[in-house]
C-alpha cells in the first residue's frame, strides 16, 4: 500500500493533536507513527514500558547497515494545566510565522519533519541507513530512553550519530548537564500546636533541609570556575514541590519534599544526592528522634538523567555543524536523552533541534515556520550524505 504524502507541518499539527501529556498513554501517536512507517514499507519495533500503557518506537530506514544516523525524539509533552493559552494547546495554529501548539517546540517538529521527508528517504539510494527512535516519558525523568537505547544497542548495527533533536535553533549542543530528582518523606508526631514539646512537626525539619540545600548551593557558587560554558557555572538545586501538614493548630505528621539537581558532567551524578542523604541521616534525623522515637526520614531516588559530557562527540558534531549550516556550537543545563543515547549505543551524539528551549514547557508554546524549514534542510542534508559512501 502506497503510503500518504504530507508535507512536515501537517504532519505536526496531526501529531500535536494527540495528547502526550507524560500522564497520558502515548500509544495513540506511536500507532499513528507505526501504520504511517508500515505503509510507507517501513517496519517499526516497539518497546513497552513496564505497564504496557505506553511505548518507545524505533525503525530503520534504508539497509539495515552500520554508519547510520539515529533521530531522536520524545513523544510526550508537559501539561497545560493552569496554564494561560491563548489557543488550543491541542490544536497547531498559525500567527505571524509561529506555529503555536504544545510540543511544537519541545519536541514534535523535529520528529514531524523527519517523518514527512519518509517518502524522500525511501526514493532516495540510502547507503547509510536512517533510524528513527522515539520515547515515552522523558519529560518525567527520560524513563523510556533506557529501554529504547538498550533495545536498538542491540538489534541496529552501530550507527555513526546520534540526533537528539531536542530545541536549539538548529545549532549543535554537544554537552548538557545531568539531573537527579529525588522524593524525601518527612515523618513527625502529631500534637496540638501548642504542646510542642510533645510531638515533632514534619514540616519544621523539612524546612531544615531547604536550608541546608541552600547552604550547599551556596558553596558550589563560590567554587564554580569563572570561565564555564555552563550557566550557571555550578550545579544547581531546586525544590520542586513541599506537600505536607493538615491544619494551623496540629504539628505536621508528613512532608514530601521534592527535590533535585543538575549536576556538571565532570561529576558523579550521585555526588550531591548521597552528601544530603547523608546530613539527613546523620545531622537531621538524630534531632528529630530526640523530640519523639517515632520520627523518620526516608529518601527515594526518583530518576537520574546522566550528563552528556562533550568528549567523544567530534564526529557528530562535525556532521550536525555542516547539515545545519551552524558553526555554533555549545553547551547548555537543561538534560535530554543525550546522556543516555551517548553512553548505551557507545556512538557520537548531539542536540539540534527546531525552535527555542525558551518556549518549551510554556503557555503559548510556539516553533518558527523558518525553523520548520531550517530542519527541513538539515534533514535533506543529511539524506545526501547517507547516499555516499
Ligand atoms: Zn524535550
Same mark, same amino acid.
Given at each position: 500500500?502506497?503510503?500518504?504524502?504530507?508535507?512536515?507541518?501537517?504532519?505536526?499539527?496531526?501529531?500535536?493533536?494527540?495528547?502526550?501529556?507524560?500522564?497520558?498513554?502515548?500509544?495513540?501517536?506511536?500507532?499513528?507513527?507505526?501504520?504511517?512507517?508500515?505503509?510507507?514499507?517501513?517496519?517499526?519495533?516497539?518497546?513497552?514500558?513496564?505497564?504496557?500503557? #505506553?511505548?518507545?518506537?524505533?525503525?530503520?530506514?534504508?539497509? =539495515?547497515?552500520? %554508519?547510520?544516523?539515529?533521530?531522536?525524539?520524545?513523544?510526550?509533552?508537559?501539561?497545560?494545566?493552569?496554564?494561560?493559552?491563548?489557543? %488550543?494547546?491541542?490544536?497547531?495554529?498559525?500567527?505571524?510565522?509561529?506555529?503555536?501548539? *504544545?510540543?511544537?517546540?519541545? =519536541?514534535?517538529?523535529?520528529?514531524?519533519?523527519?517523518?514527512?521527508?519518509?517518502?524522500? &528517504?525511501? #526514493?532516495?539510494?540510502?547507503?547509510?541507513?536512517?533510524?528513527?527512535?522515539?520515547?515515552?516519558?522523558?519529560?518525567?525523568?527520560?524513563?523510556?530512553?533506557?529501554?529504547?537505547?538498550?533495545?536498538?544497542?542491540?538489534?541496529?548495527?552501530?550507527?555513526?550519530?546520534?540526533?537528539?533533536?531536542?530545541?536549539?535553533?538548529?545549532?549543535?549542543?554537544?554537552?548538557? #548537564?545531568?539531573?537527579?530528582?529525588?522524593?524525601?518523606?518527612?515523618?513527625?508526631?502529631?500534637?496540638?500546636?501548642? =504542646?510542642?514539646?510533645?510531638? +515533632?512537626?514534619?514540616?519544621?525539619?523539612?524546612?531544615?533541609?531547604?536550608?541546608?540545600?541552600?547552604? +550547599?548551593?551556596?558553596?558550589?557558587?563560590? !567554587?564554580?570556575?569563572?570561565?564555564?560554558? &555552563?550557566?550557571? !557555572?555550578?550545579?544547581?538545586?531546586?525544590?520542586?514541590?513541599?506537600?505536607?501538614?493538615?491544619?494551623?493548630?496540629?504539628?505536621?505528621?508528613?512532608?514530601?519534599?521534592?527535590?533535585?539537581?543538575?549536576?556538571?558532567?565532570?561529576?558523579?551524578?550521585?555526588?550531591?544526592?548521597?552528601?544530603?542523604?547523608?546530613?539527613?541521616?546523620?545531622?537531621?534525623?538524630?534531632?528529630?528522634?530526640?523530640?519523639?522515637?517515632?520520627?523518620?526520614?526516608?529518601?527515594?531516588?526518583?530518576?537520574?538523567?546522566?550528563?552528556?559530557?562533550?568528549?567523544?562527540?567530534?564526529?557528530?558534531?562535525?556532521? !550536525?555543524?555542516?547539515?545545519?549550516?551552524?558553526?555554533?556550537?555549545?553547551?547548555?543545563?537543561?538534560?535530554?536523552?543525550?546522556?543516555?543515547?551517548?553512553?548505551?549505543?557507545?556512538?557520537?551524539? +548531539?542536540?539540534?533541534?527546531?525552535? %527555542?528551549?525558551?518556549?518549551?514547557?510554556?503557555?503559548?508554546?510556539?516553533?518558527?515556520?523558518?525553523?520548520?524549514?531550517?530542519?527541513?534542510?538539515?534533514? *535533506? *542534508?543529511?539524506?545526501?550524505?547517507?547516499?555516499?559512501?
Amino acid at each position: 500500500m502506497a503510503g500518504e504524502i504530507v508535507d512536515s507541518v501537517e504532519m505536526l499539527r496531526r501529531l500535536v493533536a494527540f495528547d502526550t501529556t507524560s500522564r497520558n498513554s502515548n500509544m495513540e501517536l506511536i500507532e499513528y507513527v507505526r501504520k504511517y512507517l508500515k505503509d510507507h514499507g517501513v517496519d517499526s519495533k516497539l518497546v513497552p514500558s513496564e505497564d504496557g500503557k #505506553k511505548a518507545n518506537l524505533f525503525a530503520t530506514v534504508g539497509p =539495515m547497515a552500520p %554508519d547510520g544516523v539515529v533521530l531522536s525524539g520524545h513523544t510526550d509533552v508537559v501539561p497545560v494545566d493552569g496554564q494561560p493559552w491563548d489557543t %488550543d494547546p491541542w490544536t497547531l495554529t498559525l500567527k505571524d510565522g509561529k506555529y503555536y501548539g *504544545r510540543g511544537t517546540c519541545d =519536541m514534535k517538529a523535529f520528529y514531524a519533519v523527519g517523518l514527512a521527508m519518509l517518502p524522500e &528517504f525511501r #526514493k532516495a539510494k540510502l547507503r547509510k541507513p536512517i533510524h528513527f527512535a522515539l520515547s515515552y516519558d522523558e519529560e518525567v525523568g527520560c524513563i523510556g530512553a533506557h529501554s529504547l537505547a538498550a533495545r536498538m544497542a542491540g538489534e541496529v548495527p552501530k550507527p555513526r550519530a546520534i540526533i537528539i533533536g531536542e530545541p536549539t535553533m538548529m545549532t549543535v549542543v554537544h554537552a548538557h #548537564k545531568g539531573a537527579q530528582i529525588y522524593i524525601t518523606k518527612f515523618t513527625g508526631f502529631e500534637a496540638h500546636s501548642s =504542646m510542642t514539646h510533645l510531638g +515533632v512537626s514534619a514540616v519544621h525539619f523539612a524546612g531544615e533541609f531547604i536550608h541546608y540545600l541552600n547552604t +550547599v548551593q551556596d558553596e558550589l557558587d563560590a !567554587a564554580a570556575p569563572r570561565d564555564s560554558e &555552563f550557566m550557571p !557555572a555550578a550545579a544547581t538545586f531546586n525544590v520542586g514541590t513541599i506537600v505536607g501538614g493538615t491544619a494551623g493548630n496540629i504539628l505536621a505528621r508528613e512532608c514530601e519534599v521534592l527535590w533535585g539537581y543538575r549536576e556538571l558532567p565532570t561529576e558523579p551524578i550521585d555526588r550531591l544526592g548521597k552528601r544530603a542523604i547523608e546530613w539527613l541521616e546523620k545531622e537531621l534525623l538524630p534531632k528529630m528522634k530526640a523530640k519523639h522515637p517515632a520520627a523518620d526520614i526516608t529518601t527515594q531516588l526518583r530518576s537520574s538523567t546522566p550528563a552528556f559530557s562533550a568528549e567523544g562527540n567530534e564526529e557528530a558534531k562535525a556532521l !550536525a555543524a555542516s547539515w545545519s549550516g551552524s558553526n555554533t556550537v555549545s553547551s547548555v543545563v537543561y538534560a535530554t536523552e543525550a546522556g543516555i543515547f551517548r553512553k548505551t549505543l557507545d556512538v557520537p551524539t +548531539v542536540v539540534c533541534g527546531p525552535g %527555542d528551549i525558551a518556549q518549551a514547557h510554556q503557555p503559548n508554546e510556539f516553533v518558527l515556520a523558518s525553523q520548520i524549514e531550517a530542519c527541513e534542510g538539515f534533514m *535533506r *542534508r543529511m539524506m545526501e550524505w547517507c547516499c555516499r559512501d
